[in-house]
């Protein structure tokens, strides 16, 4: 690919000449707009520029050129480094213009004429402006991975392929079918593929300063499917049924601000939802939960909600409150300390809510029971209606299924729950209605 200053300073005196003087804020939506994609087009043909200028870089810093190479000569490692340096740009967007630059560069022959470039399409379409250096990177990529598996006319035809189609796609869907193309021209590197992934699987728990735990978990594609299906289904059906309610009419005033997650919160969310469902299934007909979890606190820490309390295997503590939340759940073990750290009571199955009453909950209710919430059984966690800290039994008439969002809510928010005739009703604090009018809870049946 050859460097064109000529139609690089076309393109800037012809933007110079439209553009001038100009005061951004005074223009109209239109000529903002039009002032971006020439500015857009500008830096393209910039970035088309170093592209080139990399590629020659990396050509006159070939290894076998040893401390004569260019970027040696100028002290610095490899070629990347020495244009992040010179551009004050990222390393990382340097390496990207030296592999492209690489790649699409004409070398020459003994006698001086030109040789094709390895990826004479994407040269093509860098000079024509057609495609950007990122999608030309991400082709290149993905096609020198298949490189060795494929003959050169199939790779060839591969390229051409991603780049009469990378015009008018993101990045991001390049990529994709970059990465389609790849595994067509590469068939039998499939599976090598997925036992690589397999072993890069990891699982990192990281605690922050503020408390917070940060999971960053690598999973393999296969996985990654699954996890993501799982959640997606769940944020989908909480979003469909919200849209349903408002749809015919079943909005409950001042309902709206109660559940105002982010897509971000409610995918954490679905993800502790799906989490608790696995964790509280029976395994080969055992009756108690998978996994028990220990949670120590004072006793006037359970009476009253104040003060702090610790999880097993976690260093930051949580409020008395929230240990009172968790006491409602029977994957929870409440150890009650005395005021020298004696063990006063230890909570068991039994006096929480047992498998039987849970299923008995839920085909009384049939979900959570918060007014026009459509979580099904199996992601709602069993709630005292007279809080167990209370003094508040775990039988049928006392306990009432709600997910853990509407768990946290009436908890943290102060709402109070009354049954008439084994129907519930929600009673919000006065800060959401002054009037404290009763909502009526249970199972919504929607208009058709």
């Known amino acids: 690919m050859n460097l064109s200053a000529r139609t690089l300073l076309a393109h800037v005196t012809a933007f110079a000449e439209a553009w001038g003087e100009v005061d951004i804020d005074a223009l109209s939506s239109e000529r903002f707009l039009a002032l971006t994609a020439d500015l857009g087009r500008v830096a393209r043909v910039v970035a088309t520029a170093q592209t080139a200028v990399a590629g020659q870089l990396v050509q006159r810093s070939a290894t076998h050129l040893g401390a004569e190479g260019l970027a040696r000569s100028a002290g610095h490692s490899t070629p990347a480094l020495f244009l992040a340096e010179l551009w004050q740009i990222g390393p990382a967007d340097a390496g990207r213009l030296c592999v492209v630059g690489e790649a699409t ?43 060795p598996f494929c003959t050169a006319d199939a790779r060839l035809a591969g390229e ?11 990045v991001k869907q390049v990529a994709g079918i970059a990465r389609h193309v790849r595994d067509h021209l590469d068939q039998e590197g499939a599976q090598p593929r997925d036992l690589i992934r397999r072993q890069r699987r990891s699982l990192t728990m990281v605690e922050q300063d503020d408390g917070m735990m940060r999971f960053v978990w690598v999973m393999p594609p296969e996985t990654a499917g699954l996890v993501r299906a799982g959640i997606d289904h769940l944020v989908a059906e909480q979003l469909r049924q919200k849209r349903d309610r ?19 919160q409610r995918r954490a969310d679905a993800a502790e939802d799906m989490f608790r469902r ?4 029976s ?28 999880i097993d295997g976690i260093d930051a503590g949580i409020s008395g409150t929230r240990a009172r939340i968790l006491a409602a759940d029977a994957n929870l073990i409440p150890m009650v300390l ?11 199955d039994q006096r929480l809510f047992t498998p039987a009453q849970r299923h008995a909950l839920a085909e009384r209710y049939g979900g959570c029971a918060f007014p026009a919430c459509g979580h099904p059984p199996s992601y709602t966690e069993a709630h005292h209606i007279r809080w167990w800290s209370n003094g508040g039994p775990t039988d049928l008439g006392n306990g009432i299924p709600l997910c853990s969002f509407h768990h946290h809510r009436v908890h943290d928010d102060g709402w109070e729950i009354q049954l008439r005739d084994q129907v519930p009703y929600f009673i919000p604090p006065p800060w959401i209605d002054p009037d404290r009018e009763p909502r009526r809870g249970g199972k919504v049946q929607l208009l058709a």
């Open 338 to 348: 005395g005021g020298r750290g004696e063990v006063l009571d230890v909570g068991r």
């Open 283 to 310: 395994c080969g007909g055992a009756k108690a939960p998978l996994v028990t979890m220990v949670v120590r606190l004072a006793l006037d820490q359970l009476v009253t909600g104040l003060g702090a309390a610790q």
């Open 160 to 170: 051409r392929v991603l780049v009469d189609h990378a015009p008018g796609l993101t």
């Open 278 to 281: 696995a964790i509280d299934c």
């Open 105 to 147: 560069r004409s070398p020459r022959a003994l006698d001086g004429s030109p040789l094709p470039a390895r990826y004479p399409a994407v040269s093509e379409g860098l000079s024509q402006l057609a495609i950007s250096v990122e999608a030309a990177s991400v082709i290149v990529r993905e096609l020198d991975h298949a490189t």
């Open 246 to 264: 408002d749809r015919v009419g079943l909005a409950i005033d001042g309902m709206g601000d109660l559940d105002d997650r982010t897509i971000p």
